[in-house]
């Protein structure tokens, strides 16, 4: 078992790579006039969906426009990934124990201030409401679920890691267990 | 005295007999209308043509709206209507024949008709089956052929029909859509000239017309014509399985009367049947054997990438002489101006429904080609042989009622025939002609309906009969009524009665479908990036207002919940202005409307991803508000917007804003 750790390494690291094809995270609303929900789904570089209905929903209430500019971290969270993936296969095959450690915290970090930094966007996201806008409720804040189900007026939010964001956890987990179980 | 009251007591007894026998027929009348009015009701129907909210109907019925021009679309079993389609008249609530973009639409080579009377639709079939792309149906008044398209439920092109008098034998497709055809119901002088009428028998013709469908586009276009004697051409339906390559028409008038047909069309024993191989035409046609006859008639296309329809002259059409082709028609005698003619599923039987008699004639496909290998005629007319009727007949359906009108098929081996005079449907035996059953229709029906009834495998669940009169049938509504179907289950040996609903125009004829070959297809939107309108605005960025001299064109978009631009100046008294409004939304069942105060048109209703147009020619100076008129969100009521008429002469200038 102990041979394969540098092969189950460079897997975790690769296992990355699911982040370029499948969103981390997906956010749905659901009412009676959207029977089957609009969603969005957040990419490492992108953001995908219903965007525009669900700007047209919001926009009444003064949430801000969902742009993909609006998210300086799509920018360059691709590029930590990368760097990431591009760290942990060489870690994988010429790294000590100790560097397959070291690549298991920096994972965890990054994904602790990835999660911080969404919770942030949905507060922001939530509270700050244009202050002309045409539906106001007194003491209302919209912001979605961090992660689960919320009813919102007359939506229901779901909010909830989709296959990018399972790669992250697998990736992380393939690594400490290749960590585990390398010679020193 | 005896004799007195002995005459007393009899007269006693005569009187009571007469009252008591005057109750029980005021009692058996009653009786009788009661039965009338509700047929063979069993109790729990209710609950077989209930469909629970948010539950979707088993078939779509695709209905003719008659003199209304329009095609009207069902659920079955719950008679919802669901959607009229506008194919021969203006419709002002969708702006057809209004807005820039439909115009086209309905021109003719009379001009702009902003009305016709749709008769016959029929959907598209592939090997014999209805698919699901097209349902085409035809205009009677103005000789026409509209082909609505089953993804987006819009007319997408309409052809006129040259040296046609009336456009009732149509459209009637052949198995795989090769064709659609169209037959003329009043013959007319061939080419249309100024001569007496009562040179009818020398100098009027009737004209059948071939359309080809393309398979993949579903474009017509007239492909051939065939010259035939001046009779009354009815009806029509194409050969199947076996009988594919030949369409039949049924005729009367075969006495080629030109005044008070009712007795004069009506006196010949039998009228024909013509039989037309299409599949020898086509040779005839690579041979060269048609005629370039000059035409005059248009063909109109709407685009779906451009949301806008054109309307082309077309000036000529190939015509093919029966003389000069022999083995292309075959005229069948049929008893007593047949109406509907219809093909079992096998293709092997032609069923003449002739009107006036209280037979059914049964013709066999077979019968038919030995009758023509061995030159069984009885005459010839015109150049067409006219085969022995005893030769090609299958059998009678001996009296089955009066006025057999229309047949189809269950699938299982049945026929459903309607009959006008006696008002009732006979289901019979195909093969033994032995009647199986009656039920009663209210009132005098006219066709009727199974879905995929003349296709060659019918979903043999439901009949729907379509009736001419509903007189008491329904809550009353003044001296004009509604008109009305009536929906049978036929799954059993007895035709039992479900449900009357309400029809809009009058029902002609109709087609049925398994709901599983629509839904999936329909479109819910229009793609924005896909919108090629020449004056697209596909973001509030794009909008603008541009003078061309006193041509305005106004840019304009829409989206919850406002317009862009809302605040218009510089529009002039005599201006001709063009609001092409873009509709940017991309969501499911958001439509806006738009409409201008006073702007003598009607509402534009614009689906997502779509651009539409209309015109407005101000008269008068002021400030006029425009609004949505499709209640779309919460701040609907918001969604207007002002434009400012000012004085020819004026020199306001052309300016144009939102949120400003
Ligand atoms: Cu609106």
């Given at each position: ?184 | ?536 605005a596909?973001?509030e960025?794009?909008t603008k207002v541009v003078r061309?001299?006193?041509d305005v064109h106004v840019y304009m978009t829409m989206?919850?919940?406002h317009f862009s631009p809302d605040n218009i100046e510089g529009i002039k008294v005599?201006d001709k202005v063009y609001f092409h409004v ?12 738009f409409s201008v105060m006073?702007f ?14 209309i015109t407005w020619v101000p008269?008068?100076v002021g400030v006029y508000p425009f609004y ?12 207007q917007g002002y434009i400012r008429v000012s004085?020819?002469?004026s020199?306001t200038e052309l300016k144009w804003s939102l949120g400003e």
């Amino acid at each position: 078992m102990k041979k394969y750790a540098r092969a189950i390494m460079v897997i975790a690291a690769l296992t990355l790579g699911l982040l370029f094809v499948f969103p981390m995270w997906k956010i749905t609303l659901l009412a009676p006039q959207y029977p089957t929900g609009i969603s969005i789904e957040i990419f490492v570089n992108n953001i995908t969906g219903d965007i525009s209905n669900f700007n047209i929903m919001n926009h009444y209430v003064g949430m801000k426009t969902i742009t993909v500019k609006g998210f300086p971290e799509l920018a360059y969270m691709q590029y930590i990934v990368l760097a990431m993936m591009a760290l942990g296969v060489v870690i994988g095959l010429f790294g000590k124990k100790s560097h397959f450690w070291i690549w298991v915290v920096f994972m965890i970090a990054f994904g602790t201030v990835g999660l911080y930094d969404f919770y942030i966007w949905e507060y922001n996201y939530g509270h700050t409401l244009d202050p002309a806008a045409a539906i106001k409720v007194p003491g209302m804040a919209y912001q979605p679920p961090f992660i689960g189900r919320k009813e919102i007026l007359n939506f229901i939010a779901y909010s909830f890691p989709a296959l990018g964001g399972y790669a992250v956890g697998i990736s992380i987990s393939l690594a400490g267990f290749a960590a585990l179980i390398k010679r020193k | 005295m005896k004799y007195i009251n002995k005459m007393k007591s009899v007269l006693t007894l005569i009187v009571i007999a007469l009252i008591v026998a005057g109750i029980s027929s005021c009692g058996q009348q009653a009786k009788d209308t009661d039965a009338f009015r509700k047929g063979a009701l069993s109790s729990d129907v209710a609950s077989r043509v209930y469909v629970a909210p948010g539950e979707y109907d088993e078939f779509y019925a695709f209905v003719s709206g008659g003199f209304s021009g329009q095609l009207a679309v069902y659920g079955l079993p719950s008679g919802r209507l669901l959607r009229v389609i506008p194919v021969f008249s203006v419709d002002p609530e969708k702006a057809y024949g209004f807005s820039e973009e439909t115009k086209p639409m309905l021109e003719t080579s009379f001009g702009f008709q902003p009305w016709d009377d749709a008769h016959h639709p029929e959907l598209s079939q592939t090997d014999g089956n209805t698919d699901g792309r097209w349902c085409f149906i035809n205009g009677n008044n103005t000789p026409r052929v509209a082909r609505i398209d089953l993804t987006t439920f819009e007319t997408a092109e309409i052809i006129e029909i040259p040296n046609s008098g009336g456009n009732h034998s149509s459209p009637f497709t052949t198995e795989n859509t090769e064709y659609v055809v169209a037959g003329t119901r009043f013959s007319v002088p061939y080419p249309q000239q100024d001569v007496a009428i009562n040179t009818y028998a020398d100098k009027f013709k009737g004209m059948l017309s071939f359309i080809k469908v393309n398979p993949e586009s579903g474009l017509m276009n007239i492909e051939f014509q065939v010259l035939l004697p001046a009779f009354d051409y009815d009806l029509a339906h194409s050969g199947k399985g076996k009988s594919h390559g030949w369409t039949f028409f049924t005729s009367y008038n075969t006495e080629k009367a030109s005044t008070l047909l009712e007795v004069g069309a009506s006196q010949n024993d039998k009228d024909f049947i013509a039989a037309i191989n299409w599949k020898k035409a086509e040779e005839y046609l690579a041979q060269g054997k048609g005629h370039d006859v000059p035409a005059n008639y248009k063909h109109n296309v709407y685009d779906e990438a451009t949301h806008m329809a054109t309307s082309n002259q077309m000036n000529t059409v190939k015509v093919l002489l029966p003389e000069e082709c022999p083995g292309l028609v075959y005229f069948l005698p049929t008893p007593k101006s047949p109406h509907g003619i219809d093909v079992d599923p096998t293709g092997e039987y032609i069923v003449g429904n002739g009107k006036l008699s209280a037979d059914l004639t049964v013709h066999s496909f077979t019968n038919m080609i030995a009758a023509i290998d061995n030159k069984e005629y009885d005459t010839i007319i015109e150049g067409i042989p006219v085969l022995k009727f005893e030769k090609v007949l299958a059998g009678t359906v001996k009296a089955a009622g009066l006025g057999p009108l229309h047949t189809e098929f269950d699938g299982r081996g049945n026929g459903y025939t309607s009959f006008f005079i006696s008002s009732e449907i006979v289901k019979w035996k195909v093969g033994t002609w032995e009647v199986l059953d009656r039920v009663s229709t209210y009132y005098s029906i006219g066709h009727l309906m199974i879905p995929g009834g003349d296709s060659k495998n019918p979903q043999g669940k439901y009949m729907v009969a379509m009736n001419k009169i509903t007189k008491d049938r329904y809550l009353p509504t003044g001296p004009e009524v509604t008109q009305s179907a009536q929906l049978f289950d036929i799954t059993g040996d007895k035709m039992e009665l479900l449900l009357d609903f309400p029809t809009i125009g009058e029902p002609h004829y109709a087609q049925g479908i398994s709901a599983d070959r629509i839904v999936s297809k329909s479109k819910k939107i229009y793609k924005l990036e896909e919108n090629n309108h020449p004056y697209v605005a596909k973001s509030e960025d794009a909008t603008k207002v541009v003078r061309e001299g006193k041509d305005v064109h106004v840019y304009m978009t829409m989206i919850r919940s406002h317009f862009s631009p809302d605040n218009i100046e510089g529009i002039k008294v005599g201006d001709k202005v063009y609001f092409h409004v873009t509709n940017l939304e991309q969501d499911y069942d958001v439509p806006h409307g738009f409409s201008v105060m006073g702007f003598e048109n009607a509402e534009i209703l614009v689906m997502p991803g779509q651009t539409e147009t209309i015109t407005w020619v101000p008269s008068r100076v002021g400030v006029y508000p425009f609004y949505c008129t499709d209640f779309c969100s919460a701040l609907h009521q918001e969604m207007q917007g002002y434009i400012r008429v000012s004085a020819a002469n004026s020199t306001t200038e052309l300016k144009w804003s939102l949120g400003e």
